[in-house]
């Protein structure tokens, strides 16, 4: 009684307690059959399959037809197989292994016992190519691939680019901000889009290398239980616990000493680092047959040089000797450590850069009962990378000096200027899969996720930013001796970190309801995904002062310009975007076994995008007309929306015998954009954030402003509390009728076993747009010529419609710098073609060769702020134009070739891998 109590408080709580789908992910396998004698199907016979590893039994009888299934399988082995029924003979098939997603064919005939046989025994079956699941492009990397390929980061990457058409993490052409990426079922997407992964954006792997089973790239799955994805559904699996106590321990390190210094007559300068990375996993049984745990830990430590450059000084010499100069460094240093700034702003030179992890798995598995599995999962990162100023912001209104904060021949900044990045997570799944009988079963699985990313000011962030130009100046007047070309150091506040953080929470809950009736698997469910967003971004926020000159800093003199950036709500605090969306999703399908080899998959996908949330107005905006004539409300994001998807798969075992398999499919897919293109919209409305510009000499300066020329060390010293936002601004503003990402998706393959186990495989696919991306700028005007020639250049009769008569900007007749607009076009297409020769694991000898020639054109590559995306992109005639270009992501033509062999002969294994 106990134990059902508990399944439905499970059930209870994974329903009204969480809400969301990041599940997206398959984890799991599945087989499937007919059972027959000589005369036809022998409906109830009994059939098992048991996972060695762990004694656990997976059962079912089969239908009337003789067909059973065994759905949500733990992937791996070995299994071995077993049909029984009264008056015949056992039929056990040995040594099986699973891969993702994998729903095995496996056929028995059962001989009756007035045959000589004892049993049928047959050992091996399946395989990750030729299966009946597979339908469109994937690559299954498993763990003795895993195990037996070198690795240089120990990173997923390194295996996931053995997909022929991958480039870095991205497929196909397309970027990998498209991607959705699972572990276990749970979301590893940064889906904020500030970098393509959990933990990218302090260098830092999210889970341990050590803890993973199988990892699977997904580009064309025509199975509508996998969505959420434009790109690639690039899904992994982690170890789990087995009845033998094992584990693994280990500790890798790199240094200079492994490192070439000298080419040929050319020797460069030895600059140190150190590499470390320890770890461990442990799995186990905690009940024998029932109850099992795998854990896996590890931590990273890097430390780098931050440049190799040295500050000038007497009988120093050499290339890596910046112009910057030592005695004035180090009065700068000495200055700012008295009173009353009491500031270390750190080494100039000789410092390193740090990067930490530390990351942790863990798992239980739960053999509830025959029919009941549950699987609770846990992931924890904890990490830091270090990371020197940005040089944005460096003109400070066209008084910066250079182009560069970064170490040189010109500038060496001090340690304290740089910021740390923070990549935090916590991770929670649990999945119950149900066999109900033998025509019906479940899998459930719900979770959270809370992510953490912040900065933090490597020198404390008490003063503001600090730019020193490598001019000179009367130490007297301030008067300009020498005019600064280049920014010699800079300290303090990194312009871009102050209340920089972005705090994303994810529910999510997914429920696959499968019907097995003949030769149909139907399968029903939910994908339902609830996130929040709590992000704030402000440059300047601390403020930046620039001089001339050292001495000007030195001597207490005007800054030659300082710029600081307030708020503009009521009470002065800090204005952090907060923003919510959701995806509700559901799909109905049929898996049709028509023929013993030839199997149909077909179904609809229905994804529900809700924006939940309602921003500040700006009247002002609104009532503005902007290039063809569009009103924008910044109040509103898109209308919530419903994106149908239907798909359809086939794979043809063309003799039946698993010699030759033709597959492929076609279909839509539905996916979702980086969340910061939406979150801009509430941090860049015109009424979160003022600003203050002064430049040293203006002819329009009040007595207070040259004031605030002085260097305060006070970094809200110039807060304004109450103050208006600014007059002049910039709006990102999403279409009300976008759409997310849509595309159309086929491919046809060919799949054929070649004399020695090797197989051979030719796929095609292509992809085509139908909801792209791409953003205009709408403050431009309407107004403009086009120019003879074949480059149909633009020539503009008018100047930017805001403000109105190029009058002074107000409050209501504001200055609008870009109205960035997020819109759809239906261009872009991405397409590879793929040859390939691969063989299995046997004998201890695998290898893979692939050649794959792509193409790809797109209107929009990406970014984050959506003035970069309008600028960056491609243009011919008008810049708003939705121009097609080569893709960023697109590799025209790639080769791969992976081999390894392992010798089995003896105690001693030894193993040589390419």
């Known amino acids: 009684m106990r134990k059902y109590l508990l399944l439905l408080l499970i059930t209870t709580l994974t329903f009204f307690v969480n809400k969301n789908v990041s599940a997206q992910g398959v984890t799991t396998a599945s087989i499937n059959g007919i059972v027959t004698d000589s005369k036809g199907p022998i409906p109830g016979a009994t059939v098992s399959l048991t996972h060695l590893p762990t004694g656990t039994v997976y059962s079912t009888i089969t239908r009337a037809d003789g067909r059973y299934n065994l759905p949500n399988l733990r992937v791996g082995g070995p299994y071995t197989f077993k049909v029984t029924f009264i008056g015949y003979k056992d039929f056990i098939q040995e040594d099986i292994t699973l891969n993702i997603g994998q729903d095995q064919r496996t056929d028995a005939k059962l001989e009756d016992n007035t045959t000589a046989l004892k049993e049928v025994v047959i050992t091996g079956a399946g395989g990750k190519v030729i299966n009946s699941s597979r339908t469109g492009a994937r690559e299954t990397i498993n763990r003795q691939q895993i195990d037996a390929l070198p690795t240089i980061n120990r990173s997923l990457s390194d295996f996931t680019k053995l997909t022929p058409s991958a480039n ?172 009353p700034y009491n500031y270390n702003a750190g080494p100039y030179q000789g410092y390193n850069y740090e990067t930490h992890s530390d990351k942790a798995t863990v798992k239980i598995d739960w053999n509830i009962d025959k029919n009941n599995t549950l699987s609770a999962k ?30 040189g021949l010109t500038t060496l900044p001090f340690y304290g200027s740089g910021y740390r990045i923070n990549n935090n997570f916590n991770i929670g799944i649990i999945e119950l899969d149900t066999r109900i009988s033998s025509t019906m079963s479940n899998r459930l699985t719900a979770g959270y996720s809370a992510l953490r990313d912040y900065r933090a000011f490597l020198g404390g962030g008490s003063l503001p930013m600090v730019d020193i130009g490598n001019g000179t100046s009367d130490p007297t007047t301030g008067a300009v001796i020498t005019a600064a070309s280049a920014t010699m150091t800079s300290f303090g506040s990194e312009l871009y970190t102050a209340n920089n953080l972005l705090y994303t929470n994810i529910a999510q809950f997914s429920d696959d309801f499968s019907i097995f009736s003949g030769k149909h698997e139907f399968t029903f469910g939910t994908n339902d995904q609830i996130q929040s967003y709590k992000n704030g971004f402000a440059p300047d926020y601390n403020g930046l002062y620039t001089y001339n000159s050292a ?38 399908q049929d898996k049709y076994h028509a023929t013993d080899n030839l199997t149909l998959t077909y179904g609809v996908r229905a994804d529900y995008d809700v924006f939940p949330t309602t921003l500040a107005q700006n009247s002002v905006a609104s009532s503005l007309t902007f290039q063809q004539g569009i009103h924008v409300d910044p109040s509103k994001l898109p209308k919530n929306r419903v994106q149908i998807s239907p798909r359809f798969g086939f794979n043809w075992d063309v003799s039946g015998d698993k010699q030759t398999q033709v597959r492929g499919g076609t279909g839509l897919f539905a996916g979702t954009v980086p969340f910061v293109w939406i979150s801009n919209q509430a941090s860049n409305n015109g009424l979160l954030f003022g600003s203050t ?49 849509k595309i ?32 205009e700028n709408l403050v431009l ?109 697109v590799q025209p033509n790639r080769i791969i070739a992976s081999a390894s062999y392992k010798k089995n002969t003896s105690k001693i294994q030894p193993q040589l891998s390419v």
Do not use: C
């Not at 950036?565 to 204005?575: C, E, I, Q, T, V």
């Not at 008018?798 to 190029?806: A, R, V």
């Open 168 to 339: 870095g993490l991205s497929f196909g052409g397309r970027s990998s901000l498209y991607n959705n990426l699972t572990v276990d079922g749970a979301l590893f997407n940064n889906s904020f889009g500030l970098s393509g992964t959990l933990g990218g954006q302090t260098n830092s792997q999210p889970i341990s290398l050590d803890a993973i089973d199988q990892i699977q790239v997904d580009i064309a799955p025509y199975d509508v239980r996998q969505g959420n994805f434009t790109g690639a559904g690039i899904n992994t699996v982690v170890k789990s616990g087995t009845n033998t106590l094992k584990g693994t321990i280990y500790d890798f390190k790199r240094s200079t000493w492994l490192t070439g210094y000298s080419a040929g007559p050319t020797t460069v300068p030895i600059t140190p680092f150190d590499y470390r990375q320890t770890g461990f996993s442990l799995g186990g049984p905690i009940v024998k047959n029932k109850l099992f745990f795998f854990v896996s830990g590890e931590q990273e430590r890097i430390s780098q040089p931050a440049t190799t450059y040295i500050a000038s000084a007497p009988g120093v010499s050499g290339a890596n000797v910046s112009q910057a100069d030592a005695a004035t460094l180090n009065s700068i240093a000495a200055f700012l450590k008295n009173p």
């Open 693 to 741: 510009t002064i430049v040293k000499g203006a002819a329009t300066n009040t007595a207070a402003q040259n004031a605030e020329l002085i260097f305060n060390p006070n970094v809200s010293a110039n807060h304004p509390v109450g103050a208006a936002a600014n007059s002049s601004y910039e709006l990102d503003v999403a279409n009300p009728n976008l759409k997310y990402p």
């Open 781 to 889: 005007s309407d107004g403009y010529t086009t120019l003879a020639g074949p480059e149909g250049q633009i020539r503009y009769t008018s100047k930017n419609i805001t403000p109105e008569n190029g009058s002074t900007a107000t409050a209501t007749n504001p200055a609008i710098t870009g109205l960035y607009y997020m819109t759809n076009t239906n261009k872009g297409y991405s397409y590879f073609v793929t040859g390939q020769l691969q063989k299995s694991f046997t004998n201890g000898f695998y290898f893979n060769v692939a050649y794959t020639h792509s193409g790809a054109q797109d209107v929009n590559d990406g970014g984050s702020t959506a003035s970069t995306i309008w600028s960056s992109r491609q243009v011919a005639g008008n810049p708003n134009g939705d121009n097609l270009s080569n893709s960023s992501y």
């Open 378 to 407: 846990y992931f924890y990162l904890k990490s830091y990378g270090d990371h020197p100023a940005s040089n944005s912001g460096i003109v400070n209104s066209g008084v910066g000096y250079g182009s560069t904060r970064a170490p």
């Open 551 to 588: 001495s000007d800093f030195l001597n207490g003199l005007p800054a030659a310009a300082y710029t600081v950036r307030y708020s503009a709500l009521p009470d002065g605090s800090f204005p952090y975007a907060k923003i919510k969306a959701s995806i509700f999703s559901l799909y109905a």
């Open 744 to 775: 159309w998706r086929t491919n046809l393959a060919v799949d054929q076993r070649l004399p020695g186990g090797v197989i051979a495989t030719l796929e095609g696919a292509y992809t085509k747009d139908i909801n792209a991306i791409y953003h």
